[in-house]
């Protein structure tokens, strides 16, 4: 993979759950040659390692089918005694209807609606699957005592869900916990955290005293990025100037290119770094 190619563990996740990406997967092509039925795979879900690629192939393929058939099966799931089929129908929910917009997806109050629920379950690893189905599902809506109550939690793979789960809550205790998970000692959960502010936060001394400090005195490559590029995103002299050097050395790497892409409102395909150079140079000139 070429190095302009690097993006951080949230920033792929970010753009494969928001849609600025083809999906990795090619399923629907696999889907259309071999269907599996979708009770089978379901099954397969369940009987596979969530922490293996197979196990999640099999939730991207029910993900890609958004029929009755398989919304009715998860919905049934979410309900079911055992909370690892609780937590399969949350993931399934999280991204049906996967390769639409977000808001052209089927049923899409209704699993909202899930995962929002989800979040009281009493087993941590449902309440962690629907924190990460409402990034998914970009639920703007004012933050839920239990995602916040998530952001305390001592697993780290629970606060970096709620991190992501944080990202469309549109509360200032929301705010507040990111900042807080900013400075988690995970370096994962501080790499999500960061983009989520970066992404999401508007501008504000205290998110860009934040940011900065992320930026000096973080030591983990992917949130340093993610810093500077939510930095930009705000329009932060001093990160634009950053991203100007690492064109003029090209040395830089592919989220560079998507924030540099954002703030002159480029389209269609990257344009040349002697573009991007000059563009940037003569917005730092005219913005003083």
Partial sequence: MSSHQRLGNARLLYIEAFGARPDEFGAAEYLAQAPTPAPLLFEQAYDGDREDD??????????????????????????????????????????????????????????????????????????????????????????????????????????????????????????????RLMEDEDQNVRDWATMAVGQGAESSPEVIEALRKRWREETFEDARDEAIWGLVRLHDREAIEELLKRFQRDAWVRGDMMAIRDLHGYTGEDPPDEEIIEATRYYLHTHP
């Fill in 54 to 179: 197979a196990t999640w192939r099999f939730i991207h393929e029910l993900r890609l089918r958004p029929t009755a058939e398989v919304f009715n099966m998860a919905v049934g799931y979410c309900d079911s005694r055992d909370p690892r089929w609780r937590e399969i129908g949350l993931d399934v929910l999280a991204q049906f209807g996967s390769g639409r917009p977000v808001d052209k997806r089927p049923y899409l109050p209704l699993c909202r609606d899930l995962a929002l629920r989800g979040l009281e379950d009493p087993n941590i690893h449902v309440a962690r699957s629907a924190a990460m189905a409402l990034a998914h599902l970009n639920a703007d809506c004012p933050c839920p005592e239990a995602l916040l109550a998530l952001a305390m939690h001592a697993d780290p793979e629970v606060r970096l869900a709620s991190a992501l789960g944080l990202l469309y809550t549109n509360s200032e205790p929301a705010q507040q916990a990111l900042l």
